[in-house]
């Protein structure tokens, strides 16, 4: 503490607060007698982590001075350490056995020890070498088991410097998450989506997007073509949580259910971060790592190679911000995040909507979605939880009408007849405009949408299968939501009838 020029009396009360330490343990059975405490710190001090830190201060010094450690700009990183975590890097096998030498000796001279049950070799190389040699590295006398792969800070990267598997152990811990989160959920209650909505973002989000900082630069390709995202580990989850809530199959196409839910996709969320963290860089001292590794990162754009950089400028591209400008304040830093969710929250939509054409199984559904907006039915109190449930699998065409049966028949689409009428393909406009076989119930819609909406009657029969889809009113919605129920009660009557 001297050599920090830590003197007076706050030297003098943390030495007094070590001199003649005892600790003791609790057990069952009572506390056992005081023992005196040599060396190490107090546990759950607030002091410790500082005190730890000035006491191995100089052990980067000692590893930083091997020849071969690797530097980022001017800064040798021989080592990275963080709380009682340490990494060693060299660039050869010869650096990194002379590195654990010197580390030996350090440990020895100030009383450390080494946890070699949790100590890891690992190389990493971009290419897997046919003439790969097997290297063993020695801490003191003992062998230090080797590795492809290695959990830092909690993320796992492996011997070819990639996130993949870490990403995907992010996605299985999130899968628990929210495995955990929907078995504590009422399920017997109609509620707002916003609810689960909320605990989803605030529990099983971050850990499905943790160092995305560091790794959303391996999705570079979901920037350009944002019908893919629905691929990546942690958008899966995201589908999952949404179909969860609206009761919907697997299968259902997912993004039908984030447009039913308007929900965007995690991806924006994770744009939004990267920047957030570019922002944080470009403020930042140039005598830090972070900043440093930044500017690599920009010299290997520069010289036309795939970089971290590159995927910054790449999203800073779709809100189209000057990526040489600085960002001045925290409500511009704000405003950029904002932007860059709805931006590629947009994008995403809209690449989706125009990726549907008349063959899709989506067709129906674009005549009458076309925001991405939460649908108002959602949101409508007092309906009992299977209308809903029906009539958002009604409309993103999860149901077994003819017209969906046929297609997993491969039946051309003018034979996926009605069974019960007989009189043309069962399509949703069909079940809900034609089918005489539910007259006296859609008579009775009919009549109560026109107490409503006088003008109804006088619509085409497009106008009127949009109008009742994609109503805002309450009273309309609940209507129809209770007729597709009524009708689809009645539809399977009939055709058990049939059968
Ligand atoms: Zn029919």
Same mark, same amino acid.
């Not at 980067?60 to 001075?65: A, D, T």
């Not at 990726?355 to 409508?380: A, C, G, P, W």
């Given at each position: 503490? %001297?050599n920090?020029?830590?003197?007076?009396?706050?030297?003098?009360?943390i030495?007094?607060?070590?001199?003649?330490?005892?600790?003791?343990?609790?057990?069952?059975?009572? *506390?056992?007698?005081?023992?005196?405490?040599?060396?190490g710190?107090?546990?759950?001090?607030?002091?410790?982590?500082?005190?730890?830190?000035?006491?191995?201060?100089?052990?980067?010094?000692?590893?930083?001075?091997?020849?071969?450690?690797?530097?980022?700009?001017?800064?040798?990183?021989?080592?990275?350490?963080?709380?009682?975590?340490?990494?060693?890097?060299?660039?050869?096998?010869?650096?990194?056995?002379?590195m654990?030498?010197?580390?030996?000796?350090?440990?020895?001279?100030?009383?450390?020890?080494?946890?070699?049950?949790?100590?890891?070799?690992?190389?990493?190389?971009?290419?897997?070498?046919?003439?790969?040699?097997?290297?063993?590295?020695?801490f003191?006398?003992?062998?230090?088991t080797?590795?492809?792969?290695?959990?830092?800070?909690?993320?796992?990267?492996?011997?070819k410097?990639?996130?993949?598997?870490g990403?995907?152990?992010?996605?299985?811990?999130?899968?628990?998450a929210?495995?955990?989160?929907?078995?504590?959920?009422?399920?017997?209650?109609?509620?707002?989506?916003?609810?689960?909505? %909320? *605990?989803?973002?605030?529990?099983?989000?971050?850990?499905?997007?943790?160092?995305?900082?560091?790794?959303?630069?391996?999705?570079f390709?979901m920037?350009?073509?944002?019908?893919?995202?629905?691929?990546?580990?942690?958008?899966? *989850?995201?589908?999952?949580?949404?179909?969860?809530?609206?009761?919907?199959?697997?299968?259902?196409?997912?993004f039908?259910?984030?447009?039913?839910?308007?929900?965007?996709?995690?991806?924006?969320?994770?744009?939004? /971060?990267?920047?957030?963290?570019?922002?944080?860089? /470009?403020d930042?001292?140039?005598?830090?790592?972070?900043?440093?590794?930044?500017?690599?990162?920009?010299?290997?754009?520069?010289?036309?190679?795939?970089?971290?950089?590159g995927?910054?400028?790449?999203?800073?591209?779709?809100?189209?911000?000057?990526?040489?400008?600085?960002?001045?304040?925290?409500?511009?830093?704000?405003?950029?995040?904002?932007?860059?969710?709805?931006?590629?929250?947009?994008?995403?939509?809209?690449?989706?909507?125009?990726?549907?054409?008349?063959?899709?199984?989506?067709?129906?559904?674009?005549?009458?979605?076309?925001?991405?907006?939460?649908?108002?039915?959602?949101?409508?109190?007092?309906?009992?939880?299977?209308?809903?449930?029906?009539?958002?699998?009604?409309?993103?065409?999860?149901?077994?009408? /003819?017209?969906?049966?046929?297609?997993?028949?491969?039946?051309?689409?003018?034979?996926?007849?009605? %069974?019960?009428?007989?009189?043309?393909?069962?399509?949703e406009?069909?079940?809900?405009?034609?089918?005489?076989?539910?007259?006296?119930?859609?008579q009775?819609?009919?009549?109560?949408?026109?107490?409503?909406?006088?003008?109804?009657?006088?619509?085409?029969?497009?106008?009127?299968? %949009?109008?009742?889809?994609?109503?805002?009113?309450?009273?309309?919605?609940?209507?129809?939501?209770?007729?597709?129920?009524?009708?689809?009660?009645?539809?399977k009557?009939?055709?058990?009838?049939?059968?």
């Amino acid at each position: 503490m %001297k050599n920090f020029r830590i003197g007076g009396k706050f030297y003098g009360i943390i030495k007094n607060m070590y001199t003649n330490a005892h600790s003791c343990i609790k057990l069952p059975s009572g *506390i056992i007698k005081s023992f005196p405490i040599e060396r190490g710190i107090k546990q759950g001090d607030t002091l410790s982590p500082y005190l730890f830190n000035l006491y191995i201060n100089d052990m980067s010094e000692v590893l930083n001075k091997c020849s071969d450690a690797p530097t980022l700009g001017n800064i040798i990183v021989g080592c990275l350490m963080y709380a009682d975590d340490l990494i060693i890097i060299s660039e050869t096998s010869n650096g990194l056995q002379n590195m654990l030498d010197r580390l030996h000796s350090y440990c020895l001279k100030w009383r450390l020890q080494l946890n070699i049950k949790k100590t890891r070799t690992m190389i990493i190389r971009k290419r897997q070498s046919s003439k790969q040699v097997s290297v063993s590295f020695k801490f003191g006398n003992d062998i230090i088991t080797s590795t492809d792969r290695y959990s830092y800070l909690g993320l796992l990267i492996n011997s070819k410097g990639q996130f993949s598997e870490g990403i995907d152990c992010l996605k299985k811990k999130g899968y628990k998450a929210l495995y955990h989160m929907t078995g504590s959920l009422y399920t017997g209650l109609t509620f707002s989506p916003e609810v689960p909505i %909320k *605990i989803f973002d605030s529990t099983v989000r971050p850990i499905l997007t943790y160092g995305c900082e560091a790794w959303a630069s391996e999705y570079f390709k979901m920037l350009l073509k944002p019908t893919q995202v629905d691929k990546a580990p942690f958008e899966q *989850i995201n589908n999952k949580f949404c179909k969860y809530i609206l009761g919907v199959p697997s299968r259902a196409s997912n993004f039908t259910v984030k447009a039913e839910l308007g929900r965007e996709p995690i991806f924006a969320y994770i744009c939004s /971060q990267v920047l957030r963290y570019w922002i944080r860089i /470009q403020d930042m001292d140039m005598n830090r790592l972070v900043k440093q590794a930044y500017l690599s990162e920009l010299d290997l754009y520069k010289a036309g190679k795939t970089s971290w950089a590159g995927f910054v400028f790449q999203i800073l591209k779709t809100i189209n911000f000057d990526n040489t400008k600085t960002v001045k304040s925290k409500t511009e830093a704000r405003q950029i995040k904002c932007q860059i969710r709805t931006a590629y929250t947009d994008l995403y939509y809209d690449s989706n909507y125009a990726s549907i054409n008349h063959k899709s199984k989506l067709r129906t559904y674009v005549t009458f979605k076309n925001d991405n907006n939460m649908e108002k039915y959602l949101q409508v109190d007092n309906v009992p939880q299977s209308w809903r449930k029906l009539y958002c699998n009604f409309r993103i065409s999860c149901h077994d009408l /003819q017209i969906e049966r046929g297609r997993y028949l491969k039946l051309a689409p003018e034979l996926r007849i009605c %069974k019960i009428c007989k009189l043309e393909s069962e399509t949703e406009q069909h079940f809900a405009l034609f089918c005489p076989s539910y007259s006296h119930l859609r008579q009775n819609l009919f009549r109560e949408i026109r107490k409503i909406h006088t003008n109804f009657l006088n619509l085409d029969h497009h106008e009127r299968f %949009k109008f009742l889809f994609n109503s805002q009113n309450v009273e309309i919605i609940k209507l129809t939501m209770e007729f597709i129920s009524n009708a689809y009660t009645l539809r399977k009557e009939k055709l058990l009838n049939i059968a």
